[in-house]
């Protein structure tokens, strides 16, 4: 497990630094399945699956528990047995460390829940 | 408030019928903000929007548990203070009754939550 998830998220203000292209390749190899999706503003996705709903909102409960403790909220798409997370930071329009610790986090969250 | 409301969902199998683009017409006057997106497959969508996180939270689990009562499952989009909603059946690749049901008690599970 990533290093990344004893870190907790800084306050991330306009301005705040992008993490480097070579440091998000660094990052990635700490994280599983994320992939960066880069379009206008780069993403850090990934889709989890779950054997039923009940599980499935389970995830996005904790995802946003997460969220609140962290005040960083990634995009979240639910479909049944399946939940599409996507993390940025709004106000820089692209990747901070948070989003990577955030991706982290949520990984260690979906192991918590028996499959 | 529409009589959608007061319907419950039939099962919906392969085979079982679109509503038929006239009908969709007229069920959209009875709901509110809801649209019809047509790309491959008819879509009923709307957007909520909520004035904190909490609150985004509790529709998705008022939405959910109808999910589960009516057993369909729309997807469902979430980012801090709104929530985007999609019905369709996946079983007939397009609207059946049970979309503008769900899209009516959605509207209501929305009214509900104080703003």
Redesign the interface.
């Known amino acids: 497990m990533s290093r990344l998830i004893e870190k907790k998220c800084t306050a991330c203000e306009l301005g705040a630094p992008l993490v480097p292209d070579e440091q998000q390749k660094d990052l990635l190899k700490d994280l599983e399945g994320w992939l960066i999706e880069r379009s206008d503003i780069s993403k850090l996705v990934k889709t989890f699956k779950f054997g039923d709903?009940?599980k499935t909102?389970k995830f996005?409960?904790l995802i946003?528990e997460l969220?609140?403790f962290e005040d960083h909220?990634p995009?979240?798409?639910?479909?049944?047995g399946k939940v599409y997370l996507e993390w940025w930071s709004h106000k820089i329009q692209g990747l901070h460390m948070n989003d990577f610790i955030c991706a982290a986090k949520s990984d260690e969250i979906f192991l918590s829940i028996e499959q």
């Open positions: 709903y009940a909102i996005v409960n946003a969220s609140e909220h995009k979240i798409t639910v479909e049944w």
